[in-house]
């Protein structure tokens, strides 16, 4: 999950926590620490269904108040709430009409194993499409973009994060850095006991129909304590996309909390 953008190569740091890798105590959290939500939290793996749901692929798309556009998301407005059509990709409908900071965690969630990790998905919030690496289609409301954070950060640590960087992370100067440093590191390996012990826990710090800011929360830090760190998300193309610092940081504001106050907790 979390993991540490600009971890150093070759050196095992990419296999430990995140609080322990020189990018992380060096730079607040350098990118790439995705991986380590993945040993922090045993990178959820697969089984353990959410609160409301079982784990497997989500069905088909809801009626949605979204539509195609020209492909740019700007400028279109979206569905309820936001008067107009939104620009989508091909096939990507969802009901985009709660545009409230969430408060509790998707009625529909439930974790679906990413490598040897489980990531909370939704068929409301999204991911509706599944290609190979590439979890996209998220609802374009606050908790698609909690959905996505957590979908796209958690990919980078795997086999074909290339291709989940090229497709949706903002390009610029944050993405040739991300690139940069994640070239760097070995793939987390996709063998091992699953896990769905990792995420803990979101909130909304910011959001408009344009930028997201996500405050992740993962178990691991000491006994019984909880790691904090925010990711920025951005609309664009048609859905939400992962936007890191120039540097290419992708994680921000990296802390250890005592507990899960101020967060919606995932529900096991």
């Known amino acids: 999950m979390l993991n540490s953008g600009r971890a150093q190569g070759g050196s095992g740091e990419w296999e430990q926590p995140f609080w322990q890798q020189r990018g992380w105590i060096l730079s607040a959290g350098f990118l790439v620490v995705l991986l380590v939500l993945a040993v922090l939290f045993a990178v959820t793996g697969n089984g353990s269904e959410g609160s409301a749901g079982s784990s497997g692929d989500p069905g088909p798309a809801p009626t949605s108040t979204s539509d195609s556009g020209d492909g740019d998301g700007k400028g279109k407005g979206k569905g309820k709430g936001n008067g107009g059509a939104d620009a989508r990709p091909a096939g990507c409908r969802t009901d985009d009409s709660d545009q409230a900071k969430p408060t509790e965690a998707p009625?529909?969630?439930?974790?679906?194993?990413?490598?040897?990790?489980?990531?909370?998905?939704?068929?409301?919030?999204?991911?509706?499409?599944?290609?190979?690496?590439?979890?996209?289609?998220?609802?374009?409301?606050?908790?698609?973009?909690?959905?996505?954070?957590?979908?796209?950060?958690?990919?980078?640590?795997?086999?074909?994060?290339?291709?989940?960087?090229?497709?949706?992370?903002?390009?610029?100067?944050?993405?040739?850095?991300?690139?940069?440093?994640?070239?760097?590191?070995?793939?987390?390996?996709?063998?091992?006991s699953p896990d769905a012990g990792g995420y803990a826990g979101f909130t909304v710090l910011s959001y408009d129909e344009t930028q997201a800011t996500v405050m992740v929360l993962v178990r691991g830090m000491g006994e019984g304590g909880f790691g904090s760190a925010s990711v920025t998300m951005r609309w664009q193309g048609g859905d939400w996309k992962l936007s890191p610092d120039p540097d290419g940081t992708v994680y921000s504001g990296v802390s250890q909390v005592s507990g899960t106050n101020g967060f919606v907790t995932w529900e096991a």
Request: with cysteine; aromatic share 8%; glycine share 10%.
């Open 107 to 192: 009625r529909d969630f439930h974790w679906k194993a990413n490598g040897t990790g489980l990531v909370p998905v939704s068929k409301a919030a999204g991911p509706l499409k599944y290609d190979g690496p590439v979890w996209s289609c998220f609802a374009h409301t606050p908790l698609g973009a909690v959905m996505a954070a957590h979908s796209i950060t958690d990919h980078l640590s795997y086999d074909g994060w290339r291709e989940v960087v090229d497709r949706q992370v903002v390009p610029g100067a944050g993405r040739d850095a991300l690139i940069a440093s994640r070239s760097q590191e070995a793939d987390k390996s996709t063998t091992g």
